[in-house]
Nanobody
Framework: QVQLVESGGGLVQPGGSLRLSCLAS????????MGWYRQAPGKQRELVAG???????DYVDSVKGRFTISRDNAKSTVYLQMNNLKPEDTAVYYC????????????????WGQGTQVTVSS
């Protein structure tokens, strides 16, 4: 049974930082590309950052320079370090796994986590 469990969300003031974690089980983590998506109220879910099996990363323009995605294969965990948070970053953040990743799209054996809420507000 595949499980992706996100943690680390919460309430933070503008300009603050959070680190999200996603612990994967039931998959061979090192053989999966990983990503973080977010969905704000009334909006479509969007890809925030993706990291391939080899570690190459890409980001949506709105978070470049502020967010960093990383992975620890030994811990079966992917992280999203979020700095200089803005109110428009408020959303539910979801972790995603897939067998391959190219140009913002995951292919094969795709799984989702249940999401973690991030609220940026003063």
């Amino acid at each position: 049974q595949v499980q992706l469990v996100e943690s680390g969300g919460g309430l933070v003031q503008p300009g603050g930082s959070l680190r999200l974690s996603c612990l994967a089980s039931g998959i061979t983590f090192s053989l999966n590309a990983m990503g973080w998506y977010r969905q704000a109220p009334g909006k479509q879910r969007e890809l925030v950052a993706g990291i391939s099996k080899s570690g190459s990363q890409d980001y949506v323009d709105s978070v470049k320079g502020r967010f960093t995605i990383s992975r620890d294969n030994a811990k079966s965990t992917v992280y999203l370090q979020m700095n200089n948070l803005k109110p428009e970053d408020t959303a539910v953040y979801y972790c995603k796994a897939g067998l391959s990743y190219y140009s913002g799209t995951f292919y094969g054996g795709v799984y989702w986590g249940q999401g973690t809420q991030v609220t940026v507000s003063s």
